[in-house]
């Protein structure tokens, strides 16, 4: 029994450390394909229209909700203290700091991320990918590397598109519906947003654009061969990556604070 | 095509977990000549294949190409090798994101950068002749199972290589088109006198457009020979396996009947 345990622990922690050395594998092998010709500037331009144009309605719907949630709340606390001048500040620094990059970039996984997970899953299946191979075309390159790019560019335009909807959403609530003063909420943003808060957003939203198309393109790539692998693949990215952002999004702060 | 190339394998031996699937394999693959390996549904035909051009690896055993080891081959020197060589696979594996066209184009764009007007001269023709006029246009998807096969045809025919690998080209079509894919087949073949391996079930046609045919069962070569001997082996397994496809040409030129 205990030893059966223990075999057990044993067998998922080298699972789980040769996994992680697969991965960083990947990573690093697609990264050094980037750099080599040809570029494919039109494949890129094509995972960028999917991975940011198409999750810009969730994202700006999301953003707006989120804004208007940190008014209503914001503005009822900040009351009883007798400071509701600084929503403002309140709403702006929440989203700019965490709040747009952590809640976009989980938006692109779930929406962007499985489908890239089930797409490459699926020319993993129909040998697709081997078919890439055979024709001495690296699958890295020609699949995977585009998407990165477009993760590393799209991720941080949608997190400022998620800022500044999320901002307004605060004043709809805070200001429109609820009446608190126009030009205080915009004067504590003034104030209260330094360059550093905003460049701390967009660190972190470069990173979590390569968190998420990193783990759902591997999880794609190394899809086991049945459709139930393809269900299992998509469900461990969506999982992973975005558990990976929430961890990689605390280290983050605590060393940008 | 001014070299002809010979294909290898020394005892290979190949298991996927604890299912053993090959259990070495020595095949000579004769130059510029068309060899048919027959054998039973699941024995690891396809896996066959799949060792001449370096898409599964060995657990033990050689894969030679005129003279040189390509077992242990990786990136550029293994797709050195593969440049040598088109695939069609068994299931097609044509990419979802490109039309037929863009399918049978795409070897002659990303390998051979082809200008664009030679591109679609030889796409067309290639076309014609697995008879897929006017359906460039069309998604994989939007086609039948046998004219996806047709398309990987055409896939693998457009590059004119050294060696061609088919992993049943006719399965799926009618009689008629499987007739018309493999004159197809045999005249290119004779034309451009590539070596050609092709994997299938359709006997006993395969007896009369075959130079050679090797059967593999139980993870073995039990027989090999030019197509005609073949046909009068007495090898019982081949026996077996021959005479309940076709009207058994063999039971009275058997010695002792
Ligand atoms: N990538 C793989 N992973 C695990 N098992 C595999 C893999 N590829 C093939 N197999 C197994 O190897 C065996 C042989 O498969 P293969 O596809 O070569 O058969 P085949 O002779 O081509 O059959 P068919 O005539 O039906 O196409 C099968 O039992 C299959 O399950
Ligand atoms: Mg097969």
Redesign the pocket.
């Given at each position: 029994m205990l030893t059966a345990g223990i075999a057990g622990i044993g067998r998922t922690t080298l699972f789980l450390i040769r996994e992680m050395g697969r991965m960083v594998v990947f990573l690093s092998s697609t990264t050094a394909w980037l750099f080599r010709p040809p570029l494919r500037p039109f494949q890129i331009l094509k995972q960028l229209h999917f991975i940011g144009f198409k999750s810009m309605f969730v994202v700006v719907l999301t953003a707006a909700f989120t804004g208007m949630v940190l008014g209503l709340q914001g503005y009822y606390t900040l009351r009883k203290y007798g400071s509701e001048a600084a929503l403002g500040a309140a709403v702006a620094l929440s989203i700019i700091r965490e709040l747009g990059p952590v809640l976009a970039a989980l938006m692109v996984t779930a929406r962007a991320g499985s489908a890239m997970t089930a797409e490459i899953g699926i020319m993993r299946i129909t040998e697709q990918i081997d078919a890439l191979d055979t024709m001495a075309i690296n699958p890295l390159q020609y699949l995977i590397s585009p998407k990165v790019v477009a993760g590393l560019i799209g991720v941080p335009l949608l997190v400022a598109i998620f800022d500044v909807v999320g901002i307004y959403g605060g004043y709809l609530v805070g200001v429109d519906l609820l009446g608190g003063n126009s030009g205080a909420y915009w004067n504590s943003i003034e104030s209260a947003v330094e360059w550093k808060d905003v460049y701390g957003g967009i660190w972190k939203s470069v990173s979590f654009g390569l968190i998420v198309t990193w783990v759902c393109c591997y999880k794609g790539y190394y899809t086991r061969?049945s459709a139930e692998g393809l269900g299992t693949a998509t469900t461990e990215a969506v999982v992973l990556a975005s558990v990976l952002i929430l961890v990689w999004d605390y280290f983050l702060t605590s060393v940008l604070l | 095509m001014s070299k002809v190339s010979t294909i290898k394998l020394v005892g290979v031996e190949k298991a996927?977990?604890s299912?053993q699937?090959l259990r070495g394999v020595d095949l000579t693959i004769p130059p510029g000549k068309l060899t048919t390996i027959i054998?039973?549904?699941?024995?690891?035909?396809?896996?066959?294949l799949k060792h001449m051009i370096g898409l599964?690896q060995p657990d033990r055993g050689e894969v030679w190409v005129d003279g040189l080891e390509i077992s242990r081959l990786k990136g550029k020197a293994l797709n050195e090798v593969r440049k040598r060589f088109a695939m069609l696979f068994?299931g097609a594996a044509l990419f979802d994101s490109l039309t037929v066209f863009g399918n049978v184009a795409f070897p002659l764009r990303e390998k051979l950068r082809l200008p664009e007007p030679d591109v679609t001269r030889r796409v067309e023709e290639k076309l014609a002749q697995v008879g897929l006029s006017g359906m460039g246009h069309k998604f994989p998807a939007e086609l039948s199972g046998g004219m996806r096969k047709r398309a990987g045809l055409a896939r693998a025919l457009v590059m004119e290589p050294e060696i061609i690998l088919f992993?049943?080209p006719t399965t799926g079509l009618d009689p008629l088109m499987a007739k018309t894919i493999h004159d197809l087949i045999v005249a290119m073949q004779r034309t451009f006198r590539f070596t050609a391996v092709m994997?299938s079930?359709e006997i006993p046609e395969v007896f009369a457009i075959s130079d050679w045919v090797a059967m593999?069962k139980e993870g073995k070569i039990v027989a090999m020979a030019p197509s005609a001997d073949f046909q009068r082996s007495t090898n019982p397994s081949v026996l077996e396996f021959i005479s309940v496809g076709g009207p058994a040409p063999l039971a009275s030129a058997l010695p002792g009947s």
């Amino acid at each position: 029994m205990l030893t059966a345990g223990i075999a057990g622990i044993g067998r998922t922690t080298l699972f789980l450390i040769r996994e992680m050395g697969r991965m960083v594998v990947f990573l690093s092998s697609t990264t050094a394909w980037l750099f080599r010709p040809p570029l494919r500037p039109f494949q890129i331009l094509k995972q960028l229209h999917f991975i940011g144009f198409k999750s810009m309605f969730v994202v700006v719907l999301t953003a707006a909700f989120t804004g208007m949630v940190l008014g209503l709340q914001g503005y009822y606390t900040l009351r009883k203290y007798g400071s509701e001048a600084a929503l403002g500040a309140a709403v702006a620094l929440s989203i700019i700091r965490e709040l747009g990059p952590v809640l976009a970039a989980l938006m692109v996984t779930a929406r962007a991320g499985s489908a890239m997970t089930a797409e490459i899953g699926i020319m993993r299946i129909t040998e697709q990918i081997d078919a890439l191979d055979t024709m001495a075309i690296n699958p890295l390159q020609y699949l995977i590397s585009p998407k990165v790019v477009a993760g590393l560019i799209g991720v941080p335009l949608l997190v400022a598109i998620f800022d500044v909807v999320g901002i307004y959403g605060g004043y709809l609530v805070g200001v429109d519906l609820l009446g608190g003063n126009s030009g205080a909420y915009w004067n504590s943003i003034e104030s209260a947003v330094e360059w550093k808060d905003v460049y701390g957003g967009i660190w972190k939203s470069v990173s979590f654009g390569l968190i998420v198309t990193w783990v759902c393109c591997y999880k794609g790539y190394y899809t086991r061969m049945s459709a139930e692998g393809l269900g299992t693949a998509t469900t461990e990215a969506v999982v992973l990556a975005s558990v990976l952002i929430l961890v990689w999004d605390y280290f983050l702060t605590s060393v940008l604070l | 095509m001014s070299k002809v190339s010979t294909i290898k394998l020394v005892g290979v031996e190949k298991a996927f977990g604890s299912q053993q699937v090959l259990r070495g394999v020595d095949l000579t693959i004769p130059p510029g000549k068309l060899t048919t390996i027959i054998g039973p549904s699941g024995e690891g035909k396809s896996v066959l294949l799949k060792h001449m051009i370096g898409l599964l690896q060995p657990d033990r055993g050689e894969v030679w190409v005129d003279g040189l080891e390509i077992s242990r081959l990786k990136g550029k020197a293994l797709n050195e090798v593969r440049k040598r060589f088109a695939m069609l696979f068994q299931g097609a594996a044509l990419f979802d994101s490109l039309t037929v066209f863009g399918n049978v184009a795409f070897p002659l764009r990303e390998k051979l950068r082809l200008p664009e007007p030679d591109v679609t001269r030889r796409v067309e023709e290639k076309l014609a002749q697995v008879g897929l006029s006017g359906m460039g246009h069309k998604f994989p998807a939007e086609l039948s199972g046998g004219m996806r096969k047709r398309a990987g045809l055409a896939r693998a025919l457009v590059m004119e290589p050294e060696i061609i690998l088919f992993d049943e080209p006719t399965t799926g079509l009618d009689p008629l088109m499987a007739k018309t894919i493999h004159d197809l087949i045999v005249a290119m073949q004779r034309t451009f006198r590539f070596t050609a391996v092709m994997v299938s079930h359709e006997i006993p046609e395969v007896f009369a457009i075959s130079d050679w045919v090797a059967m593999l069962k139980e993870g073995k070569i039990v027989a090999m020979a030019p197509s005609a001997d073949f046909q009068r082996s007495t090898n019982p397994s081949v026996l077996e396996f021959i005479s309940v496809g076709g009207p058994a040409p063999l039971a009275s030129a058997l010695p002792g009947s």
